[in-house]
């Protein structure tokens, strides 16, 4: 985990362009029932949701900069090869009640080798909500943090239930 590793002003504008906005819609997990996962869902890095809105390509950007160099420090010290791409941005919120069960990151259509997942709420203004792994640590992330992680069935993980407050996060994959 790297703590504090998106830029504070880089977080207040995702969640002052995008937290009261229409375009939320509950994330889906296809094959799966519906309460195994359970939060809201934004796809920023998509055309349809950036539009010509220069603020939502600024944090598009912002987001891709941030990101790659954070890869550039992962890469070299966890042996992996190269990875130049990313899957673009979710933005995910959840509310109480709000999870997603154990899962791994792995999808046969698209050969996901990092998940990355940044927080992007305060550390206490959310109680629950932790990420976990299997038989491993719970993290409770804070604004900014940002955990990478192999995305093979060795590290399944989960978000453990909000119990109150609110918790925002992005997630990528790179491959």
């Not at 890095?45 to 891709?64: N, T």
């Not at 999808?107 to 990420?131: F, H, M, N, P, W």
Request: net charge negative; charged share 25%.
């Amino acid at each position: 985990m790297v703590e504090g590793a998106l830029p504070p002003d880089l977080v207040d504008m995702i969640l002052g362009e995008y937290a009261d906005c229409s375009d939320w819609h509950r994330a889906e997990t296809t094959g799966l029932l519906d309460d195994f996962r359970v939060c809201s869902r934004i796809a920023i890095s998509r055309a349809a949701v950036i539009g010509s809105s220069r603020i939502r390509k600024e944090i598009d950007d912002g987001l891709f900069r941030e990101f790659n160099s954070l890869m550039a420090e992962y890469i070299p010290k966890h042996g992996s090869t190269t990875l130049n791409n990313d899957s673009g941005y979710d933005l995910l919120h959840y509310l109480p009640g709000g999870k997603y069960d154990f899962h791994v990151d792995e999808v046969k259509e698209q050969k996901r080798i990092v998940t990355l997942i940044a927080c992007l709420s305060e550390k206490d203004s959310y109680v629950g909500g932790e990420l976990e792994f299997l038989d491993g640590p719970q993290f409770h992330l804070g604004k900014g943090d940002v955990i990478m992680f192999p995305s093979n069935f060795i590290y399944q993980h989960r978000v453990l239930p909000v119990v109150e407050g609110e918790r925002y996060s992005i997630v990528t994959w790179f491959f």
